[in-house]
């Protein structure tokens, strides 16, 4: 992978737009079923991608196996599902959550990255990671050595989601190293509506929307919906998966800057230490990997296996 094609930055701007979700979905969790909300989502963007369906379509078709499951899982458990457990969470009164799950991504996703697509993660990779998760640990919590979580099930779903965004990145990048980010994204939502509805049904309750909450449904439909994962799907085509995660934590730093600018929330001292920490860490990363000669996280050859066959 070449430096100046290094896409850190973009996935990074993809992940800061997810932090502009809670200004929409918070509001839309007091007035409507989490199924609701997440079938709604998917359904705006699929009518939005309707153009590009047929050649996600044909795309899929001429898929090897490995990389159908790969498509099937990130639209059923990283779309679908993980959203879903999302805003059952937000839905439970838990601020934290959108931090809570960024801490834990990261460290799964680079895992999984090591042991599903080969990449080689330098020693130096953790000089930008450490001080990253230190400073998004800081952002989270207002005192950072007293823990208070408001209850178990929303820190469970919450985890949950973590591990499924992390497998979304893993095997976004895998598909993402073969196909354009638009196929990509349009088959995460094409596969992700009908696993939601799935969803929907085996949760059951009221499936009827106000048109009142139309709008905000729309705005968290395309903007960290469509429009961050277009942008998170281009960037990751040239940004090893261990590296884009730690570039994601821009999502937690856009969620503080929010919560402070919007929604009148007031940081101590040890959160905006948490800021620049992040701040620092991911701009350090994007630029030692554009400049030095030996990158922190080396990257697999991209695998293409023969296309399925039937």
Same mark, same amino acid.
Do not use: N
């Given at each position: 992978?070449?430096?100046?094609g290094d896409l850190t930055w973009l996935v990074a701007l993809g992940a800061a737009l997810w932090g502009t979700d809670a200004?929409?979905?918070?509001?839309?969790?007091?007035?409507?079923?989490?199924?609701?909300?997440?079938?709604?989502?998917?359904?705006?963007?699929?009518?939005?991608?309707?153009?590009?369906?047929?050649?996600?379509?044909?795309?899929?078709?001429?898929?090897?196996?490995?990389?159908?499951?790969?498509?099937?899982?990130?639209?059923?458990?990283?779309?679908?599902?993980?959203?879903?457990?999302?805003?059952?969470?937000?839905?439970g009164g838990d601020p934290l959550t959108p931090l809570v799950l960024q801490k834990l991504q990261p460290l799964i996703a680079?895992?999984?990255?090591?042991?599903?697509?080969?990449?080689?993660?330098?020693?130096?990779?953790?000089?930008?990671?450490?001080?990253?998760?230190?400073?998004?640990?800081?952002?989270?919590?207002?005192?950072?050595?007293?823990? =208070?979580?408001?209850? @178990?099930?929303? !820190?469970? #779903? %919450?985890?949950? *989601?973590?591990? &499924?965004? /992390? +497998?979304?990145?893993?095997?976004?990048?895998?598909?993402?190293?073969?196909?354009?980010?638009?196929?990509?994204?349009?088959?995460?939502?094409?596969?992700?509506?009908?696993?939601?509805?799935?969803?929907?049904?085996?949760?059951?309750?009221?499936?009827?929307?106000?048109?009142?909450?139309?709008?905000?449904?729309?705005?968290?439909?395309?903007?960290?919906?469509?429009?961050?994962?277009?942008?998170?799907?281009?960037?990751? =085509?040239?940004?090893? @998966?261990?590296? !884009?995660? #730690? %570039?994601?934590? *821009?999502?937690? &730093?856009? /969620? +503080?800057?929010?919560?402070?600018?919007?929604?009148?929330?007031?940081?101590?001292?040890?959160?905006?230490?948490?800021?620049?920490?992040?701040?620092?860490?991911?701009?350090?990363?994007?630029?030692?990997?554009?400049?030095?000669?030996?990158?922190?996280?080396?990257?697999?050859?991209?695998?293409?296996?023969?296309?399925?066959?039937?």
């Open positions: 992978m070449s430096k100046a200004l929409l979905r918070l509001p839309l969790t007091h007035s409507l079923p989490a199924t609701v909300i997440v079938v709604a989502e998917h359904a705006i963007v699929v009518l939005v991608l309707i153009p590009w369906l047929p050649r996600a379509f044909r795309a899929f078709k001429a898929m090897s196996a490995v990389e159908r499951w790969c498509a099937l899982a990130v639209g059923a458990g990283s779309s679908a599902l993980a959203t879903w457990l999302f805003t059952l969470a937000f839905g680079i895992l999984a990255a090591r042991l599903f697509l080969g990449e080689r993660i330098r020693g130096r990779f953790w000089f930008f990671a450490v001080p990253a998760l230190i400073g998004t640990w800081l952002i989270a919590f207002a005192d950072p050595l007293h823990i =208070q979580l408001k209850g @178990a099930e929303a !820190a469970l #779903l %919450a985890i949950g *989601a973590a591990v &499924l965004w /992390a +497998a979304g990145t893993v095997l976004g990048r895998r598909l993402s190293v073969a196909y354009a980010p638009t196929t990509v994204t349009t088959l995460r939502y094409a596969v992700g509506l009908p696993a939601s509805l799935v969803i929907a049904v085996i949760v059951g309750g009221p499936f009827t929307v106000a048109l009142a909450d139309v709008p905000g449904l729309a705005g968290l439909a395309l903007i960290p919906g469509l429009l961050a994962l277009s942008l998170y799907y281009r960037g990751l =085509q040239r940004t090893p @998966a261990a590296r !884009a995660t #730690l %570039a994601e934590l *821009a999502f937690p &730093l856009t /969620a +503080a800057v929010i919560g402070v600018v919007f929604l009148h929330a007031q940081f101590t001292i040890s959160q905006w230490i948490g800021v620049a920490l992040v701040v620092a860490a991911v701009t350090a990363l994007g630029w030692h990997e554009r400049t030095s000669a030996q990158p922190a996280v080396v990257a697999a050859e991209p695998v293409r296996e023969p296309a399925a066959t039937g």
